[in-house]
């Protein structure tokens, strides 16, 4: 089992910046790593993914905008997040997925963009 720590949301200006922070408490190495949101009334949409060779991918109303890493050494995933729009308020989840059956999820960051 693997349990994962988000960081990094707070309240920021539209078109500014945050970079989100996703800790694992074990080895990531096999697993895909995946942002997802949720803004209120809405459903859960996944954000960016990247598989445990290094392919990412977005949804199209953040490719340009956001970008997905993750470092298997510290057991880490990252979601930079730029020219924020206040649309992109939301709660944030990382998520650890090893398929066929095993996948995990943080408790959440929210994320506000507002003047």
């Known amino acids: 089992q693997v349990q994962l720590v988000e960081s990094g949301g707070g309240l920021v200006q539209p078109g500014g910046s945050l970079r989100l922070s996703c800790a694992a408490s074990?080895?990531?190495?096999?697993?895909?790593m995946g942002w997802y949101r949720q803004a209120p009334g809405k459903q859960r949409e996944l954000v960016a993914a990247?598989?445990?060779?290094?392919?990412?991918n977005y949804a199209d109303s953040v490719k340009g905008r956001f970008t997905i890493s993750r470092d298997n050494v510290k057991n880490m995933a990252y979601l930079q997040m730029n020219s924020l729009k206040p649309e992109d308020t939301a709660v944030y989840y990382c998520?650890?997925?090893?398929?066929?059956?095993?996948?995990?999820w943080g408790q959440g960051t929210q994320v506000t963009v507002s003047s």
């Open positions: 074990g080895s990531i190495r096999f697993y895909a």
């Open positions: 990247i598989t445990s060779g290094g392919s990412t």
């Open positions: 998520n650890a997925q090893l398929p066929p059956t095993l996948s995990f």
